[in-house]
């Protein structure tokens, strides 16, 4: 399962007993389970955690990327109809987190003040956007660069690939390599491999202010991290309807300024 989408909110200060928190879980499960199955239309799964202490609360949504794509934007399987089916999804996850943050804060019952961190984090349709800008942008170049200038960026793009390949599993990671052939450029498959991997993908935060958000890179040590004290894991079901077929025109409410 890949994860799609995800919504960030830290409060501090934020004090409340185990009860009200396991509470505000439940609730927030109920929240995320309408708004994915609002927008995605059902089929994937919600995961609900919560840590201890400010409260650092993270709203996943999980499923199938190319699953998603097929049945909720009509993926074409090519490269054109992947780029606007990951430009959807990355619209998507951002309406997801404000349906899911909003009535959160209100139940949480704190001002915008203790609304430490809010993101939208946009999750592995992130990195392939991101992947897909500058695959477009190698094939523009192609023919100014050197043969030895694009292999190196074909090597790393490769080690980009591979970092995004994580996250999918072997099913999408195999479906995903002939969408990505360009006329300029070789299959995905003949790429080189670079000798020395660098780790290309930024870890930074997934911020509201772009449309291209990287996630924070988690290097503390297990022993060092806040405690789970919440954590629910939920089917979403297809609704009758299908999804919302208009994406709403979302607000900029004081929280996320």
């Known amino acids: 399962m890949t994860e799609l989408a995800q919504a960030y909110i830290h409060l501090k200060p934020y004090s409340a007993s185990r ?54 934007y009509g993926f074409v399987a090519n490269y054109k109809g992947f780029k606007e089916g990951v430009v959807e999804m990355c619209g998507d996850a951002r309406e997801f987190a404000v349906d899911v943050c909003t ?43 050197s043969p030895h200038d694009v292999q190196k960026e074909l090597g790393n793009l490769r080690a980009e690939l591979d970092a995004i390949a994580q996250h999918l599993t072997p099913e999408e990671r195999q479906a995903l390599d002939p969408v990505l052939n360009r006329p300029k450029l070789p299959p995905a498959k003949e790429w080189p491999t670079l000798e020395e991997p660098k780790a290309v993908l930024r870890k930074e935060d997934e911020l509201e202010q772009s449309l291209l958000f990287y996630e924070a890179e988690e290097n503390t040590p297990d022993h060092l991290k806040p405690r789970v004290v919440f954590r629910e894991i939920a089917k979403v079901p297809r609704r009758k309807r299908g999804r919302r077929n208009n994406r709403r025109k979302l607000e900029q409410p004081k929280l996320l300024s």
Do not use: C, H, W
């Open 19 to 72: 009860r009200d928190i396991q509470s505000l879980g439940r609730y927030a499960k109920r929240i995320a389970v309408r708004a994915a199955a609002d927008i995605y239309g059902g089929e994937v799964e919600i995961e609900v955690q919560i840590e201890e202490g400010s409260l650092v609360t993270r709203v996943t949504v999980v499923g199938s990327i190319f699953s998603v794509l097929l049945a909720t």
């Open 103 to 145: 009535p959160f804060i209100k139940k949480a019952g704190v001002p915008n003040e203790e609304v430490y961190r809010f993101e939208r984090r946009l999750k592995t349709p992130g990195k392939l956007y991101r992947f897909s800008k500058r695959l477009e942008k190698l094939e523009k170049s192609v023919g100014e660069l």
